[in-house]
């Protein structure tokens, strides 16, 4: 089993809608919770960090973390043809080792 | 240079071959990472230098890989006798040591062995 799973997509939406794009972990001593952006061809790009269980929003952007259950999510409101790329969930424990989920691909039509 | 820059941005190769890509991080970061991308899936964790030292060598896959950062600063991660199941992207990223959740990724080198 890995330590990160994420659903690959690809998920195809309707420009405006929004979207929800979730992880589940199976080690509880993950503490830091993440989620990067990624262009093909691109590196991937840091969008949301959060420590705790809980929402934070940025923007268009909301991570939502639930360490009881292992899940965290992502949501990106008035989604833009702009915002088509691979989403990486990523995590880690107090040391400085970052394991990633496999990526979902997301595709935003105009 | 204001990000992670990485040479070559792709590299084609022969089975059997030896190849170097280079990580050049930001500056002042401390931290320094070595990531292998392959098609459709997430960065996997290879090496990770604290300083010129290397603090994680767990993820390397087997003795043919190998990595430095004698400076402090650059690093090269080196493969030998290069295969097949070699190709992949190989994403450096770097970070400071206090902020704990930031990783700047460069473009990565994407290598090809044929």
């Known amino acids: 089993q890995k330590e990160v799973e994420q659903d690959p997509g690809p998920l195809s939406v309707p420009e405006g809608a929004i979207v929800s794009l979730n992880c589940t972990y199976s080690?509880?001593?993950?503490?830091?919770f993440m989620w990067y952006r990624q262009y093909s061809r691109k590196g991937p790009e840091l969008l949301m960090y959060t420590y705790s269980s809980g929402n934070k929003e940025d923007g268009r952007f909301t991570a939502q973390v639930d360490k009881s259950s292992k899940y965290i999510s992502l949501f990106i409101r008035d989604s833009q043809p702009s915002d088509s790329a691979t989403y990486l969930c990523a995590m880690k424990e107090d040391f400085n080792k970052f394991y990633f989920g496999s990526g979902t691909k997301l595709n935003v039509k105009p | 240079g204001a990000g992670v820059s990485q040479t070559p941005s792709n590299k084609v190769t022969e089975k059997g071959k030896y190849v170097e890509l280079r990580c050049d991080p930001i500056s002042g970061h401390t931290a320094l990472y070595w990531y292998r991308q392959s098609l459709g899936q997430g960065p996997e964790f290879l090496i990770y230098f604290q300083g010129t030292g290397a603090a994680d060598d767990s993820g390397l896959p087997n003795d043919r890989f190998f990595a430095v950062r004698p400076e402090g600063s650059v690093s090269t991660l080196k493969i030998q006798r290069t295969e097949r199941g070699d190709s992949a992207v190989y994403l450096c990223a770097s970070s400071l040591i206090r902020d704990g959740g930031e990783l700047f990724f460069g473009e990565g080198s994407r290598l090809t062995v044929l």
């Open positions: 080690n509880s001593a993950f503490q830091y």
